[in-house]
């Protein structure tokens, strides 16, 4: 009987993926906070953007979301300036934490929300919002880039009939700086609606309405994460594409998504 019962879900996740599913139910769960969390955004980026006149401006605006992660922080950003492609501004947001004194660069621009939200995806629309660039880029703050990472990136969006987005692959590392396994998935729509292999640390998309996040509360319970749903969604009506090369280098710590990935 209970096999009989569960037939219509088996059903539905083999055709449709338990990915997608699971989303949907968190759209009508989740929606109140979501249009709570919207108003902030919407308050928070025009406090903010009436202090960074001219706006940040590039061909690519890199975004990096933090909280109270001062050490790691500050070796994100250094891995983002430090990129061959120089045409670049890095925004960081804080999520209402306060933030640590950072490197002197001209191209590096440095926010504070003015109370924790808990919710990477209003932090990282703040960050997309208070700049204008072709192309943006996404970095957490406990992650690194290496020097070609968007240089990679950029070569493959700027080819003749090049994609909207790209996302390279994920040299996976332990917390005592061991290296786990290299995580390079070639991009399939049908694929990413039953498997999580996409991670915006190493996505790069051509700026438009759709490059923005999930307003949705996750808490560590709630699948898919917001980088899924960025990609999948962005996915729809743009090109994306995986670049086989390994230029981010992601922690794989206690409290991460991705600590259960079999690679």
Do not use: C
């Given at each position: 009987?209970?096999?009989?019962?569960?037939?219509?879900?088996?059903?539905?996740?083999?055709?449709?993926g338990w990915l997608v599913l699971f989303e949907l139910r968190n759209k009508v769960l989740l929606a109140p906070s979501a249009l709570?969390?919207?108003?902030?955004?919407?308050?928070e980026t025009r406090r903010l953007a009436a202090g960074l006149a001219p706006v940040p401006s590039a061909l690519v605006a890199t975004?990096?979301?933090?909280?109270?992660?001062?050490?790691?922080?500050?070796?994100?950003?250094?891995?983002?300036?430090?990129?061959?492609?120089?045409?670049?501004?890095?925004?960081?947001?804080?999520?209402?934490?306060?933030?640590?004194?950072?490197?002197?660069?001209?191209?590096?621009?440095?926010?504070?929300?003015?109370?924790?939200?808990?919710?990477?995806?209003?932090?990282?629309?703040?960050?997309?919002?208070?700049?204008?660039?072709?192309?943006?880029?996404?970095?957490?703050?406990?992650?690194?880039?290496?020097?070609?990472?968007?240089?990679?990136?950029?070569?493959?969006?700027?080819?003749?009939?090049?994609?909207?987005?790209?996302?390279?692959?994920?040299?996976?590392?332990?917390?005592?700086?061991?290296?786990?396994?290299?995580?390079?998935?070639?991009?399939?729509?049908?694929?990413?609606?039953?498997?999580?292999?996409?991670?915006t640390n190493a996505f790069v998309a051509r700026r438009d309405g759709a490059l923005r996040f999930s307003r949705l509360r996750r808490?560590?319970?709630?699948?898919?994460?917001?980088?899924?749903?960025?990609?999948?969604?962005?996915?729809?009506?743009?090109?994306?594409?995986?670049?086989?090369?390994?230029?981010?280098?992601?922690?794989?710590?206690?409290?991460?998504?991705?600590?259960?990935?079999?690679?």
């Open positions: 009987m209970r096999r009989i019962a569960r037939a219509p879900w088996e059903l539905l996740k083999r055709t449709f709570r969390l919207h108003r902030l955004e919407n308050a975004v990096i979301a933090t909280h109270r992660r001062p050490d790691a922080l500050r070796a994100a950003v250094r891995s983002a300036l430090a990129q061959t492609v120089r045409d670049q501004v890095v925004i960081v947001v804080d999520d209402g934490a306060g933030l640590p004194e950072l490197p002197d660069d001209p191209r590096l621009f440095a926010v504070s929300l003015t109370r924790n939200t808990g919710v990477a995806g209003v932090v990282r629309n703040v960050g997309i919002r208070l700049t204008r660039s072709r192309y943006v880029a996404f970095l957490d703050d406990d992650n690194l880039w290496e020097p070609d990472h968007l240089e990679r990136a950029l070569a493959v969006l700027e080819s003749p009939d090049g994609p909207d987005g790209v996302y390279t692959a994920l040299r996976r590392v332990l917390p005592d700086g061991t290296e786990r396994d290299v995580l390079s998935v070639p991009f399939d729509r049908r694929l990413a609606a039953r498997e999580a292999f996409l991670d808490t560590p319970k709630v699948l898919p994460r917001e980088d899924w749903e960025l990609i999948h969604r962005y996915s729809r009506k743009h090109g994306v594409r995986h670049v086989p090369y390994a230029t981010v280098r992601y922690l794989v710590n206690p409290g991460s998504f991705y600590t259960t990935w079999s690679g």
